[in-house]
């Protein structure tokens, strides 16, 4: 069985998605902007050739390079040597920005003080709800209140109209956890709400036909107040089919399976049955030109009743799928046709 996620463990990925893609892109950004400041004549180019550089102004009390410490900051070394800011973590990010002695000059600065302060929000966020949670979920309110920490110091990073500080207030305004399953479960329900919305006007064209009168309905696809389609409406369209099919199917009545001894015999023929059974089944649909189709193997048939009728209702289908001249007089033909099987007709109330 799948996980089932409260909404307290969905906040807390939604609070460390913030902190690991938004912020860190935020450190990111502000790390190449302190470097380039600094170094104008050579800019970080994300690669060990700036990683080598950057180490190479690191001093030998360096925690680098200190052997009490040498062991635990190895992993901070070696992002630092390849360069690649976009592979640096949190902690090397911090690092580089906080202690690197190549920044120095910049952490000495206003702007670098109020980097320095953004970083330890950062870090506050991260040490007391991801890196020492007790547990995978937080409360609303501590949610809404560190995600506006992470929003007023990415904004002091970069700036409030960076599109990450927008995407930080997004990730607090959610009010659904979305996946690709869920898009596309949504989808198939709009989907077949549009085939439902077909189905009825189908229905409709037959209880019109009928001349059965059925108040109108509004067809509008369902929306919330924020424009989002709700899935109710496809009940709502499926009770309504149900009330006119169950309108139309006392009005429209099969042929007798177990027709009673005072019909004619023709009545009682299985073979009559079932093609009757499908011609209605047809023309309720106005499918004429398949009517037209089925009931050609039953004009060429030993049984002159079962002829007879069959002309019948494909006289009447050739009518209704065509209206052309040339057509008409087809209608016509196969109506002369009749005549004939008329006359030799085994019933008298042909």
């Known amino acids: 069985m799948s996980t089932i996620y409260s909404d307290g463990e969905l906040r807390f990925f939604r609070l460390a998605k913030g902190l690991v893609d938004h912020s860190t892109v935020a450190l990111r950004k502000v790390f190449i902007q302190e470097w380039n400041s ?25 925690r680098l390079y200190d052997p009490a410490y040498r062991r635990d900051y ?31 000059q910049s952490r000495s600065s206003h702007r670098g003080r109020r980097i320095l302060d953004a970083i330890h929000q950062l870090k506050e966020v991260r040490n007391s709800l991801i890196a020492h949670a007790w547990k995978s979920a937080i409360s609303q309110s501590k949610f809404k209140r560190n995600i506006d920490i992470l929003s007023q110091a990415v904004g002091v990073l970069v700036t409030n109209s960076d599109p990450l500080v927008e995407k930080l207030q997004t990730l607090k305004n ?23 919305l077909l189905l009825e006007k189908d229905i409709e064209r037959l209880e019109e036909k009928m001349k059965i009168s059925t108040p109108k ?97 494909q006289a009447a289908a050739i009518c209704h799928s065509h209206c052309s001249r040339s057509k008409r007089k087809e209608e016509f033909q196969a109506l002369t046709d009749l005549i004939p099987n008329t006359l030799m007709a085994n019933n008298g109330y042909v």
């Open 38 to 62: 600094l170094y104008q004549s050579t800019p970080w180019q994300n690669n060990s050739t700036s990683g080598s550089q950057l180490l190479a102004e690191e001093r030998a009390e360096s």
């Open 217 to 313: 309905t509004d067809t509008n696809i369902l929306t919330d107040e924020a424009g989002n389609f709700q899935s109710a409406g496809n009940s709502e369209i499926i009770l309504r089919l149900r009330t006119r099919v169950a309108k139309l199917e006392r009005v429209v009545t099969c042929v007798d399976l177990t027709p009673s001894r005072s019909k004619p015999k023709i009545f009682h023929s299985k073979r009559y049955i079932k093609m009757m059974n499908k011609a209605n089944f047809l023309k309720f649909n106005f499918r004429w030109k398949e009517l037209v189709k089925f009931l050609q193997q039953f004009t060429c048939s030993s049984d002159v009743d079962i002829k007879l009728f069959a002309g019948i209702q």
């Open 174 to 196: 959610e009010t659904e956890f979305l996946t690709g399953d869920i898009v596309r479960y949504k989808q198939w329900l709009k989907d077949d709400y549009k085939n439902l």
């Open 74 to 104: 190895q992993h901070i070394k070696d992002n630092l040597s390849c360069g690649n800011v976009e592979e640096w973590d949190v902690t090397t990010l911090v690092f580089a920005l906080k202690y690197t002695q190549a920044l120095t």
